[in-house]
């Protein structure tokens, strides 16, 4: 069981708008900020979004993070079915003294 | 161009040890912290283990306290995972990571492309 909770899968069609949701607690999302990473099959985890909302270089603005409390927020707009991958949330738990990821979520694009 | 190539992995027998290895090229290793995570077949990320520039500073994650020893060489550009006592449930992708510079949390920037290790007798 991973210690954020992130929906299994999602779907939307090319050129609509999805939100991934990425749940935990005081102890992580609450008090520390947090990062998403897409992975494209058979690759491995790119970073998306760090800091709740920023974007490192090269990653186009239809890729949006945000953060409410003890929940985290991926949206990603203007679909594309070369988004289909898995998306990952993560950030740092202060009680485990570790970093801790949801299950990842799978992104369809129909 | 920033490039970590991890190597070590392979079929290894439960209770056996191995030591994976990760490259570093296109940056100066000594600026940055590094971790390693894992990836079963079909799961999700699973952080191992951090370690600070100097290597002053080194977390594990509790499944792997005791058993995993992380090292750095940071003239050789290189860095390491010793793991130990193995387990069937140890059988995944490892991946080591670059942490790059965030306000807090974490956000490796930049990651290989993994090491298989499989823990099978």
């Known amino acids: 069981q991973s210690v954020l909770t992130q929906p299994p899968s999602v779907s939307a069609a090319p050129g609509q708008k999805v939100t991934i949701s990425c749940s935990g607690s005081s102890s992580n999302i609450g008090n520390n900020y947090v990062s998403w990473f897409q992975q494209l099959p058979g690759t491995a985890p790119k970073l998306l979004i760090y800091?709740?909302?920023k974007r490192p270089s090269g990653i186009p603005d239809r890729f949006s993070g945000s953060k409410s409390g003890t929940s985290a927020t991926l949206d990603i707009t203007g679909l594309q079915t070369g988004d289909e991958a898995d998306y990952h949330c993560g950030t740092w738990d202060t009680s485990l003294s570790a970093v801790v990821f949801g299950g990842g979520t799978k992104l369809t694009v129909l | 161009e920033v490039q970590l190539v991890e190597s070590g992995g392979g079929l290894v027998q439960p209770g056996g040890s191995l030591r994976l290895s990760c490259a570093a090229s296109g940056f100066t290793l000594s600026s940055y912290s590094m971790n390693w995570v894992r990836q079963a077949p079909g799961k999700g990320l699973e952080w191992l283990s951090y370690?600070?520039?100097?290597?002053?500073?080194?977390w594990y994650a509790d499944s792997v306290k005791g058993r995993f020893t992380v090292s750095r060489d940071n003239v050789k550009n290189s860095l390491f995972l010793q793991v130990n006592s193995l387990r069937a449930e140890d059988t995944a992708m490892y991946y080591c990571a670059r942490e790059g510079f965030c306000s807090g949390g974490t956000c490796p920037d930049y990651w290989g492309q993994g090491t298989l290790v499989t823990v099978s007798s």
């Open positions: 800091d709740n909302n």
């Open positions: 370690i600070s520039r100097s290597g002053s500073t080194i």
